[in-house]
C-alpha cells in the first residue's frame, strides 16, 4: 500500500513522519522549496522574528515529538509569570484571571458580571444549531463576559469573529461540557486538571525549528515537487507533479491532502466536484503580522506576561500584541523589546490590507499609547500580511468536514488545520490519529 500525502505545513509532515515510524510507505510533495506552511521564522539584522505562531503548548504529543527528534536542548519555556494575559479594558490593560480564584477575587469584572458568571451553573443546557461562539458565551455567561473574554481569545486563536465561529466546531470541549454536565463550571470541575494551562514553550532559533527537524528524518519528502492534477484509475489515485520541468505520474492506493481549503479544492475539482465546491466556500481572512522593536528604556509600561488582546468592544486598531522579547529570549537585542502586533482578522480584515507605512504608523501609534512608549518610532518594524490566514469554523465550514469524513472509504483523507483544529499541537495529535488508521488499511495489518 502507498500513501500520496500533498504539502508539507506540520500537518503532512507529522503524518509522514508517523506513517514512516509504523513503516507504511508514503511520498510527501511540497510545491515549494521549505516547509513548515504557517510556521514560518525569520532572521533579520539581530531579530528573530516569527511569522505564524509564536509558541507551543506542552501536550502530550508533542513532548512525545520534541524527545524523539532531539531537541530538548533546543526548547526555551516561557517562565510562569510570562503566561499571563491582559486584556484592554476601558483603555487600559489589565490581567485577565487565570483560575477561578482568580476570576472573584480580582477586579477585571464587577460584582454583577461575577454573580452572573456563577449563575453559569444554574443555567440549563441547550442544543442549539448553529449556535455561535458569542452567542453560547452570553447564555452561559452573560453579555459583559463574553464581550471581554471570548471576542479577545477567538481573535487570538483562530483569528476570527465570534459572531460567526460555531461553539461546536470552534470550542467542542465546552459544548461537549455543558451536554454532559449540564453546565461548563460543573464539568471543568468534574474533569480532573480542569482548569490546568499547559506550559508554552518555543526553541531557540524559533518555531521553524520544529518543521525543519521533522523534514529531516523524512526518507520520502520531495520539495519543489508541485501537483498539478489528481484522477483515479481503476480505484487508485494517479497524481501528476511538475518538478525541474519535468512531469511525473505516480499510482497511489490512498491519497491525504494536507493543503488549505483552496488549493485542495482546485486539486479535487474533477475527481470530487462536491467537496472542492464546499472547500471554495471556507473563509480565510487577511490578518497583518507587525513586528516593532524598541529600546526598553523608552518604554515604561510593565511587559510581564505573554501579551495583550484587545476585544473588538474596545475599539483599538490591532487585535493585540505578544510581547516576544518577555516570553523568550534571544528576540531581539538584550537593551531593546520586540512587540508582535496582529492586525485584520475576522472582525477587521480590511485593517490588514491597508498600505504598508500607514500599518506600520498606526501600529506604532497605539504601541506608543498603551505601554507609554516615549520614542517618535521604532529601532525596527517589518510587516507580513497573510493574504489568507486561519481557517474560519464557522457555518461554510460544516459541508466541507461531513463531505471530507464521507470520502474516507474512497480512500480520500485530510491532514489540515481546517478539518484538525487550527493550532500546532491539534494538527499533530490529528496527525498522529490518522497514521494509525491508515495503518489499519494495510493487507494483513493484523498480523504484525
Known amino acids: ?19 514512516q515510524k509504523l513503516g507504511v510507505p508514503y511520498d510527501l510533495f511540497e510545491a515549494g522549496a521549505q516547509v513548515g506552511g504557517n510556521i514560518r521564522t525569520v532572521k533579520m539584522h539581530e531579530y528573530l522574528l516569527e511569522l505564524g505562531p509564536n509558541a507551543l503548548q506542552n501536550t502530550p504529543e508533542l513532548e512525545e515529538l520534541v524527545r524523539e527528534l532531539k531537541l530538548e536542548r533546543e526548547v526555551v519555556h516561557a517562565s510562569p509569570e510570562n503566561d499571563h494575559r491582559y486584556v484592554l479594558r476601558d483603555g487600559i490593560y489589565k490581567r485577565l484571571p487565570s483560575s477561578p480564584f482568580a ?26 444549531d448553529y449556535e455561535t461562539v458569542e452567542q453560547f458565551f452570553e447564555r452561559r455567561f452573560g453579555h459583559d463576559a463574553a464581550r471581554y ?22 470550542l467542542p470541549r465546552l459544548k461537549e461540557l455543558e451536554m454532559r454536565y449540564g453546565s461548563v463550571l460543573k464539568g471543568l470541575a468534574q474533569q480532573r486538571g480542569g482548569f490546568a494551562k499547559h506550559r508554552s514553550f518555543s526553541f531557540a532559533k524559533g ?43 505516480e499510482e497511489y492506493d490512498l491519497l491525504v491532502l494536507a493543503l488549505p481549503a ?15 465546491a464546499a472547500l471554495q466556500n471556507i473563509n480565510y481572512p487577511p490578518m497583518a503580522v507587525v513586528h516593532s522593536v524598541y529600546n526598553r528604556k523608552e518604554v515604561t509600561g510593565q511587559l510581564n506576561g505573554f501579551g495583550a488582546l484587545h476585544p473588538q468592544a474596545e475599539a483599538a486598531f490591532a487585535c493585540g500584541s505578544v510581547w516576544s522579547s518577555s516570553l523568550f529570549d534571544g528576540r531581539c537585542r538584550p537593551h531593546e523589546v520586540l ?8 472582525q477587521a480584515p480590511k485593517k490588514a490590507l491597508k498600505e504598508r507605512e500607514q500599518l506600520m504608523r498606526r501600529v506604532h501609534e497605539e504601541l506608543a499609547a498603551l505601554h507609554l512608549i516615549s520614542a517618535d518610532k521604532p529601532n525596527f518594524q517589518h510587516v507580513h500580511l497573510w493574504k489568507h490566514s486561519l481557517p474560519q469554523y464557522d457555518i461554510y465550514i460544516e459541508d466541507a468536514h461531513q463531505l471530507a469524513k464521507g470520502l474516507e472509504p474512497e480512500g480520500l483523507f485530510i491532514a489540515a488545520n481546517w478539518q ?26 493484523l498480523n504484525r
Open 1 to 19: 500500500m502507498r500513501v500520496a500525502i500533498i504539502g508539507a505545513g506540520i500537518s503532512g509532515l507529522a503524518l509522514a513522519y508517523y506513517l
Open 103 to 128: 476570576l472573584m477575587s480580582g477586579n477585571f469584572f464587577s460584582w454583577k458580571t461575577k454573580y452572573r458568571i456563577l449563575k453559569e451553573k444554574d443555567v440549563p443546557p441547550a442544543d442549539i
Open 149 to 170: 473574554t471570548v471576542s479577545p481569545f477567538m481573535t487570538s486563536l483562530y483569528a476570527g469573529d465570534p459572531k460567526q465561529l460555531l461553539v461546536k466546531k470552534a
Open 207 to 249: 518555531m521553524r525549528t520544529l518543521p525543519y527537524a521533522i523534514a529531516d528524518k523524512l526518507i520520502s519528502l520531495h520539495t519543489e515537487h508541485r501537483v498539478e492534477m489528481i484522477t483515479r484509475s481503476q480505484g487508485k489515485y494517479v497524481v501528476s507533479c511538475a518538478s525541474s520541468g519535468d512531469y511525473d505520474t
Open 262 to 276: 483552496q488549493q485542495a479544492a482546485e486539486l479535487l475539482h474533477y475527481t470530487f466536484p462536491g467537496l472542492s
Open 339 to 346: 512587540f508582535t502586533t496582529f492586525v485584520g482578522g475576522g
Open 420 to 445: 484538525a483544529g487550527v493550532s500546532v499541537a491539534n494538527c499533530v495529535h490529528h496527525a498522529k490519529e490518522l497514521a494509525h488508521k491508515i495503518n489499519l488499511k494495510r493487507p494483513g495489518h
